[in-house]
């Protein structure tokens, strides 16, 4: 096939395709640019749909210490106010932290608050947080960007939960709680700007897009605005399906899911090309409603520039489309060349199971609702998608594993790693320093040889070593580059003794909630006494070992003779 500029023309017409899942795995195209496919990487198709935010639980928690209650707040009526006008129907609990008060314990009670003076908000964030129900998740106020708080609301926000911060500071003049109003003025995203939820930024309104000039504004506008990165899917419905009224918004929802599944937790703008001539007028509210984006097929180019200019963030082709036919302006910058530089731009091609050549064209017209049923799941979408998300290659819905596991995202297992013994190694390096002179891959087959000798069926084994110095003998590079193959990682601590406590605590908790539901083994490599006079990290061991997880603590001379 001849090359085309993609500034000239873009013209492919293949087959009108439908789906049956229960054949999906037989159906399923290889990456064009890569036939071999990552058996032993992530299953990204392995996972059940979010349920929608409204259905969700809402949990409030509230630092005192850094913001105490307002003199006069009304407090229970404004945070349930607030959540209803946000479409969040509900208030499980309102917990409060810290002693700086201004109210009584009884009007804390009346009010419905559970008031912990003593109690720390990160562990009861984790233990709150169920990786079957994700929640919706409002803090109070705003924790600093660099605090360990605002680490583990980063660590559930990529988990799926829904993260709701009020900043005081955002309000004009003294934040008095006294209406839900004010409240959801000064709600924010963890990242900045209005919150996020199921990629779409509360209060934005489905832009309407007729020419070059609305389309370069809308893109100008993801670029310029604040906090996380924006996606774009490119849906060209003259390749693949028109929508009906009654399919068009659980398909934005099973789109932005799957960019959700990937680790994409920032807004995802929809573009449907061609829908202003192939949808009927009277879709357009669902369109809207769904923030689907109808726009004529013939700025197809003009937003692949745009794109290619601004690099907004990840982008996703629905359907494939060839990379021969596809050559760029500039030297070194064909399809190939693109798609290969780790990092520069994220590009997914989501290729849907083809109809069967012999079908009649009467009968493949019946199928387009099953078409349709293929975009509305989240785990069919990654099944059929290949490319490059955050430097990663994704083929057939697997994702390579090479990247430092550091609880800041779900930590992940090879496939069938389901059966036999799992074992999850934390280790202080101050309580015990590994010896010098070996590489992580040596230390990490001593460790392994350990566990073998006393029988363990090693299915998985991971350790993760906590260290104070960046610039010492397990800093610097091994802090960001994994270039070694086994599954140990370091992990940098700052502040004191209890700082590196506290950031193991939080780990062990996140690790808690993405090893369900294997029964695996917990081993702690550090000094018992300090973690027996430690409450918060003694009484959730105890937690965890009712939790069907093996819990055992360690010194280093058990793995290495002194």
């Not at 195209?29 to 979010?50: A, I, M, Q």
Request: aromatic letters at 10%; one cysteine or more.
């Amino acid at each position: 096939m001849d090359e085309v500029d993609i500034s000239t023309e873009i013209s492919l017409n293949p087959p009108r395709r439908t789906v049956d899942e229960a054949d999906i795995s037989n159906k399923i195209s290889l990456n064009p640019l890569d036939e071999t496919v990552c058996l032993d990487g992530e299953d990204l198709t392995d996972f059940c749909s979010y349920p929608r935010s409204a259905w969700r639980q809402n949990h409030v928690f509230w630092d005192l210490v850094k913001y105490p209650i307002p003199p006069g707040a009304k407090l229970e009526t404004s945070i349930r106010a607030a959540l209803n006008k946000m479409g969040l129907y509900s208030c499980e609990t309102i917990v409060a932290y810290g002693d700086r008060m201004s109210h009584s314990e009884d009007d804390l009670r009346n009010s419905s608050i559970l008031h912990k003076p003593q109690g720390e908000l990160a562990v009861d964030l984790l233990y709150a947080a169920d990786p079957r129900s994700p929640l919706n998740i409002m803090v109070i106020p705003r924790p600093d960007t660099k605090s360990e708080l605002h680490r583990v609301l980063k660590g559930l926000q990529s988990r799926h939960h829904n993260i709701l911060i009020v900043n005081p500071k955002a309000h004009d003049g003294p934040f008095l709680f006294d209406s839900g109003e004010s409240i959801v003025e000064c709600t924010e995203d963890l990242d900045g700007g209005k919150p996020i939820i199921g990629g779409r930024r509360m209060g934005d309104k489905t832009p309407v897009i007729k020419d070059l000039r609305s389309l370069v504004s809308l893109f100008e506008s993801v670029s310029k605005a604040p906090g996380r990165r924006t996606a774009f899917v490119f849906w060209d419905l003259a390749r693949y399906i028109t929508p009906t009224e009654s399919t068009v918004i659980p398909i934005g929802t099973g789109i932005r899911a799957a960019l959700q599944r990937l680790g994409h937790h920032g807004c995802v703008e929809i573009l449907a090309f061609g829908a202003d001539i192939l949808t009927l007028r009277r879709d357009s509210d669902s369109y809207k409603e769904a923030r689907i984006i109808r726009l004529p097929h013939g700025l197809y180019k003009n937003a692949w520039q745009l794109f290619l200019r601004l690099k907004p963030g990840p982008l996703m082709i629905i359907p494939t489309i060839d990379p021969s036919c596809l050559r760029f302006s500039g030297p070194d910058w064909s399809f190939n060349s693109l798609l290969r530089k780790p990092g520069h731009y994220d590009l997914l091609f989501v290729t849907p199971p083809p109809v069967d050549e012999a079908t009649p064209k009467d009968v493949k017209f019946r199928h387009i609702s099953e078409d349709a049923e293929f975009l509305h799941k989240a785990h069919l979408i990654l099944g059929c998608t290949h490319g490059v998300y955050e430097g990663k290659k994704i083929t057939r819905g697997r994702r390579d594993m090479k990247d430092i596991q550091d609880f800041s995202k779900p930590i992940t297992f090879k496939k069938g790693a389901t059966e036999g013994q799992f074992v999850f190694v934390f280790w202080n390096l101050e309580d015990f320093p590994f010896p010098t002179g070996l590489t992580p891959d040596a230390i990490y087959e001593k460790i392994e040889s350990v566990f073998l000798a006393f029988n363990y069926e090693l299915r998985n084994l991971s350790i993760w070593a906590y260290i104070d110095d960046k610039e010492g003998s397990w800093g610097g590079d091994f802090l960001s580059k994994k270039i070694w193959s086994s599954s140990i990682y370091f992990l940098p601590v700052g502040g004191d003794k209890s700082a590196r406590r506290n950031r193991m605590l939080h780990d062990i908790l996140l690790w808690s909630k993405d090893v369900e539901p294997f029964p695996p083994h917990l081993v702690i490599v550090s000094n018992e006494d300090k973690i027996m006079a430690d409450k918060k990290f003694s009484s959730t061991l105890e937690l965890l070992s009712h939790m069907n997880i093996n819990v055992i603590i360690e010194t280093g001379s058990s793995f290495f003779e002194v």
